[in-house]
């Protein structure tokens, strides 16, 4: 079993910083992928990024990457996402997830562990 346990989050001003983190405990053999989704009020989830096994990482949208930042350490199991320069539309609440198959299905498919959330609120 497979279990995420998510810190950080918070209030911040617009063009402020938060960082989140999501530490993997139990079955972590063979963990690939690793992750962070949102979801706006009314709004439906939506991925962040992702970072695999191998270290490759994706934003969505690309425009992210330029504001968001997201990490590995394997040592620790943990996986961080660092946002700068936060907008009002960044706010939501931000999920950790985690599979032992690809980030490729996580564009049709869910992942298959998840976080229990944290609220990001940025304010104009």
């Known amino acids: 079993q497979l279990q995420l346990v998510q810190s950080g989050g918070g209030s911040v001003q617009a063009g402020g910083s938060l960082r989140l983190s999501c530490v993997a405990i139990?079955?972590?053999?063979?963990?690939?992928?690793m992750g962070w989704f949102r979801q706006a009020p009314e709004k439906e989830r939506e991925r962040v990024a992702t970072?695999?096994?191998?270290?490759?990482?994706?934003y969505w949208p690309d425009s992210l990457k330029g504001r968001f930042a997201i990490s590995r350490d394997y040592a620790k199991n943990t996986v961080y996402l660092q946002m700068n320069s936060l907008k009002p539309e960044d706010s939501g609440s931000y999920y950790c997830?985690?599979?032992?198959?690809?980030?490729?299905?996580?564009?049709?498919?869910?992942?298959?562990?998840w976080g229990q959330g944290t609220q990001v609120t940025v304010s104009s």
């Open positions: 997830a985690a599979d032992y198959r690809s980030c490729r299905l996580w564009i049709v498919l869910d992942p298959t562990n």
């Open positions: 139990g079955l972590i053999d063979r963990l690939n992928c």
């Open positions: 970072i695999s096994d191998d270290k490759s990482s994706t």
